[in-house]
């Protein structure tokens, strides 16, 4: 039997592989930090936490640091962030058949009285809360809880809680917040929530790998906060050829002006392909399905001028990695964004109209009208 057991361990085992990486995170002082990751391999790895290549040690500074391994998400909790915790926090598995690391910057932000998000020392959470929160105590249980999940971009995907509120008022109730790594989500084309007759829920229309991540579902009342979080999967769909690079992540615009806009993105979260050599971007008019490719020959960084727009007009972007075997899909589409001077775009109000699109008039346009 220990021979055969031995056999069985020589076929499993194998070096740490990382399947999700950690992220970069932007904070205000005083808010706390959480770095997650997933490591695979077998003997189940060793992690060692670094800050700015030095070894972190929870035991020496209890207060500060928090060690956590659930499911082989490994994740550690930088609590009540000051400026001096700025810094590139790399994780390191380890087994005896190799290494395995990951890296991200964390950025601590000072702020002014004024920009200040929360009164000092009324907020002792670990995650940001808004400003209306339920001034009302309730006892709140978590019943039946959403778990770790698994699944393929494009599928539809809903996480829910069965949740006890006591007492249970109709017009008073504690107010329901989900997050991803600590980012409050809103209702959007992507996200749907719900909260009423005792569950919590948050729906996705349409997966992405930008939805992949650590999800927590907060209950705020008077009494404080009760949470619980799990990790959501998100495995890249089928590519369209075969060897083909997952799709690009993260696609935001910048510096939007009259006829150009920048675009960034991040690179596909996968390693199992040929590596990326490029990057097709294409734009939309909003409103119409007519896609339109920007650069010719695929660009080697992520990030990208679009020019030729038309004045006052409104485009989506989405990008296509290349590689030696062919185009990804395309990426999820980004936000809006108007070709506008930036002076032009302060006479301008955005109205959100519904499924997530948005109107864009223009002050100039409502004043003439109110003239007539």
Same mark, same amino acid.
């Given at each position: ?75 550690? #909790? ?47 959470? #670990? ?70 007759? *005792? ?23 008077? *009494? ?53 050599? *490029? ?7 909003? *409103? ?46 980004? =936000? ?9 775009? =302060? ?26």
């Amino acid at each position: 039997m220990a021979l055969e057991r031995h056999a069985v361990e020589e076929k499993i085992s194998r070096a740490p592989e990382i399947l999700v990486r950690l992220r970069s995170h932007t904070v205000w002082e005083k808010m706390s930090v959480r770095l997650c990751f997933t490591v695979q391999g077998f003997p189940s790895p060793v992690v060692q936490w670094y800050k700015n290549e030095e070894l972190i040690t929870p035991a020496s500074d209890p207060a500060k640091y928090t060690v956590e391994n659930k499911y082989g998400v490994h994740v550690l #909790h930088i609590n009540r962030a000051d400026f001096d915790d700025s810094a590139t926090y790399s994780a390191v598995a380890t087994n005896i058949h190799g290494q395995a690391s990951t890296n991200c910057a964390v950025v601590v932000r000072r702020f002014r009285e004024s920009e200040e998000p929360h009164p000092a020392g009324i907020m002792p959470f #670990h995650l940001p809360l808004s400003y209306d929160v339920c001034f009302t105590h309730f006892d709140v249980q978590f019943l039946e809880k959403f778990g770790v999940t698994f699944a393929t971009e494009g599928e539809t995907l809903t996480l829910k809680c069965s949740v006890l509120v006591t007492p249970e008022l109709k017009r008073l109730r504690p107010r329901a917040e989900w997050y991803r790594d600590d980012v409050l989500i809103k209702d959007s084309k992507w996200t749907k929530l719900y909260f009423g007759e *005792g569950q919590a829920a948050l729906s996705f229309t349409h997966l992405n790998k930008d939805d992949e991540g650590l999800y927590t579902l907060r209950m705020v009342t008077k *009494g404080g906060v009760n949470e619980y979080s799990a990790f959501l999967f998100v495995r890249d769909a089928d590519a369209l050829i075969a060897g083909a690079p997952g799709a690009p992540m993260d696609v935001k615009c910048h510096d939007a002006n009259r006829d150009y806009v920048i675009v960034t993105w991040k690179p596909p979260n996968t390693t199992t392909q040929n590596p990326v050599i *490029g990057y097709f971007v294409d734009k939309c008019e909003v *409103g119409l399905e007519n896609w339109v490719q920007c650069n010719d020959a695929p660009v080697k960084i992520c990030k990208y001028p679009v020019t030729g727009l038309c004045e006052g007009r409104s485009y989506i972007f989405r990008v296509r990695a290349v590689n030696s075997a062919g185009i990804s899909r395309p990426s999820r589409i980004s =936000e809006p964004v108007a070709a506008l001077d930036p002076v032009d775009l =302060e006479r301008t109000q955005t109205v959100h109209v519904d499924e997530g699109r948005k109107i864009v008039i223009r002050k100039d346009d409502l004043e003439g009208m109110l003239c007539f």
